[in-house]
């Protein structure tokens, strides 16, 4: 239920573009401070959200045996979204 009211607010394919966008982090503030407070919200909910879906213990263990970063990213970002 409050995934689909977030939604609206932000998707998760703009939670994705900011990450994208802020240059691993390093542009994350600017990134977040061109966003109305609902939509920081929107951001928060997302990052809460992904945050708990990547707590799996073999999704973990396949990104640390491959080990690059950017594989990590899309490891996970492929699994949480299935």
């Known amino acids: ?9 932000m998707t ?3 939670f994705w573009e900011i990450i994208e966008n802020s240059n691993k982090g390093d542009y994350l503030k600017n990134e ?10 929107g951001y928060s909910y997302w990052w809460d959200y992904f945050d708990a879906e990547s707590y799996n ?8 045996t491959i080990g690059d970063s950017f ?9 949480v979204r299935n």
């Open 57 to 64: 213990q073999a999704l973990w263990a396949v990104a640390y």
């Open 32 to 41: 977040l401070s061109k966003l109305s407070k609902e939509e920081v919200f």
């Open 1 to 9: 239920m409050l995934k689909k009211l977030v939604s609206a607010i």
């Open 12 to 14: 998760e394919e703009q």
């Open 71 to 79: 594989m990590k990213k899309v490891i996970i970002r492929s699994a």
